[in-house]
């Protein structure tokens, strides 16, 4: 239901339900056992996630045999009010403790339906899901958590009070993941966190002091490892330059940094390592001051375009999106012009623009000054036009380049016409050659021949690889 996290969090359910003995169903009809796995962070999930256990119940009365969970962050918010408000789900679990699902189904088979909320995790292997089990969707691309949880204080913000503090993951369990993943075909890995450029900032002496992280490149990394002992601790650009080495990743991708994180290091290694491509999301909020320091965001719009310019400097013809909150508390019509301004300035190449949520608990949802529905809705659709003009700019000053791009499939809208990403993470239409079938995870030169605001259209070169991870058949049992 929600972020990459959340959705990485499902791939992870999966996986551990499969190594269960489960095999997938196609139709919540069939199947013996049903997780939702919610997300909290924007739009009024709650209302989301009841009506469909609403309807889950009307399925469980026809087939009284079928389990219901419910996982993720609005279940490690909402705790004992899950099963108070849907008495027929037989297990409620949190964020921390995912890698349990297995055994809490399990429990509520043999006795009571089970509510299991822990407030923080008991291990690494609970902390980073692919510590875990995992059914990747796409064998050739892989989401990594190389970090959890977030130490900032975003007033808008739920994520620090569902998902706890932040944890880096060890340095050479991240390495060692991402090549195993290579030796089977992956080809794209995208390093998840939520706050993912400050990865490292917790593997402090402290921490490597403590008898079961041990003070050693595995915890740490080679480059602080090194016999000068060059850091104090590892930084992303180190794991960024180490994943982008090895032998079969072809693209790295890391999502989400925070703006005030971007160190010369990060934009250096993606400068200089060919497979890490050239995207920088960098999340903007807001373009007025003031409400940057009411949100805490830790920038003020000059320091974000000054950093965005030097990112820009530094890596060739890096592609820029972003997230910007539309109807903040308290945001007035001059603060977003500000807003405005700050965008077209930016030049972005798209952005996730969202409408203002209130998340209860947060600091921002107790503020008495909210901001009408229509007038955000006004904001919102202006906000839109600019984000428009300058993405239809950018992908129209595409065409006539030849791109590499990643076959990811049959497109969406019509499945005569296939859909890829460039290594700037631009969705690519373009018909096969006749009777030719591409497989998702090949990779092609494709000539881009129309930008529009959200895709580029091409015509189909050359197929330059063929994919080599292992794909999934299915298995009968007779
Ligand atoms: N850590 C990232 C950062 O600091 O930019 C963002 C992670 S957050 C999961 C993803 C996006 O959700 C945010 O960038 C923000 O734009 C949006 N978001 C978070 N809380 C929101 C809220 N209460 N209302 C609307 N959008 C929200
Ligand atoms: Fe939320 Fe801010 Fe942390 Fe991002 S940095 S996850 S917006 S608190």
Redesign the pocket.
């Known amino acids: 239901m929600g972020c990459q996290m959340n959705e990485h969090d499902s791939e992870r359910l999966a996986g551990l339900l499969e190594a269960d003995g489960l095999v997938p169903a196609t139709d919540i009809d069939d199947a013996d056992v049903v997780v939702v796995n919610t997300c909290c962070i924007r739009e009024n999930a709650d209302n989301r996630l009841y009506g469909q256990l609403g309807h889950l119940k009307s399925v469980k009365d026809r087939r009284p045999g079928m389990q219901i969970a419910v996982g993720g962050c609005l279940a490690q918010k909402d705790r004992d009010l899950v099963r108070a408000r849907a008495p027929w789900v037989d297990a409620v679990w949190g964020t921390h403790n995912v890698g349990r699902a297995a055994e809490l189904l399990a429990l509520a088979r043999t006795g009571a339906p089970v509510t299991e909320i822990l407030d923080e995790a008991d291990g690494s292997a609970e902390l980073f899901p692919s510590a875990l089990p995992v059914r990747r969707e796409q064998g050739w691309a892989a989401w990594i958590t190389i970090q959890v949880g977030?130490d900032?204080?975003?007033a808008f913000?739920i994520?620090?009070a569902v998902r706890g503090p932040e944890v880096s993951r060890p340095f050479g369990q991240i390495v060692d993941e991402v090549a195993d993943l290579a030796r089977a075909g992956t080809v794209e890995v995208t390093l998840l966190g939520?706050?993912v450029n400050s990865y490292g900032r917790d593997l402090t002496s402290a921490r490597r002091s403590d008898p079961q992280w041990m003070d050693s490149p595995a915890v740490t990394g080679p480059a602080w490892a090194d016999a000068e002992r060059p850091r104090a601790r590892p930084l992303f650009a180190d794991l960024l330059e180490t994943v982008a080495r090895i032998p079969g990743i072809r693209r790295v991708r890391y999502t989400s940094p925070?703006p005030k994180d971007l160190r010369p290091e990060t934009i250096a290694a993606m400068a200089s390592e060919a497979a890490v491509c050239p995207h920088l999301h960098f999340p903007l909020q807001s373009g007025s001051d003031r409400i940057l320091a009411q949100m805490h965001r830790g920038y003020d719009a000059e320091r974000y375009l000054a950093k965005l310019a030097a990112a820009r400097a530094g890596i060739d013809d890096l592609a820029v999106t972003t997230d910007i909150i539309v109807g903040f508390p308290g945001e007035t019509d001059i603060d977003f012009a500000r807003t405005l301004e700050v965008a077209a300035a930016a030049a972005y190449d798209s952005a996730f623009t969202f409408i203002y949520s209130p998340r209860a608990g947060t600091e921002a949802s107790a503020r008495s000054d909210q901001v009408a529905p229509e007038v955000i809705a006004e904001r919102f659709e202006r906000l839109r036009v600019v984000v428009e003009r300058s993405a239809l700019a950018k992908h129209q000053a595409r065409e006539g380049r030849i791109e590499e791009v990643v076959v990811e499939g049959p497109s969406k809208r019509n499945p005569k016409v296939l859909s890829g990403r460039t290594a700037q993470g631009k969705l690519v239409h373009f018909p096969p050659g006749e009777g030719q079938v591409l497989l998702a995870g090949s990779f092609a030169d494709v000539k881009i021949l129309r930008g529009a605001p959200h895709f580029l259209t091409g015509e189909l070169l050359e197929v330059t690889a063929m994919p080599t991870h292992r794909r999934r058949l299915p298995v009968s049992a007779a």
């Open positions: 977030c900032n204080k975003c913000c994520v620090p939520q706050n925070h």
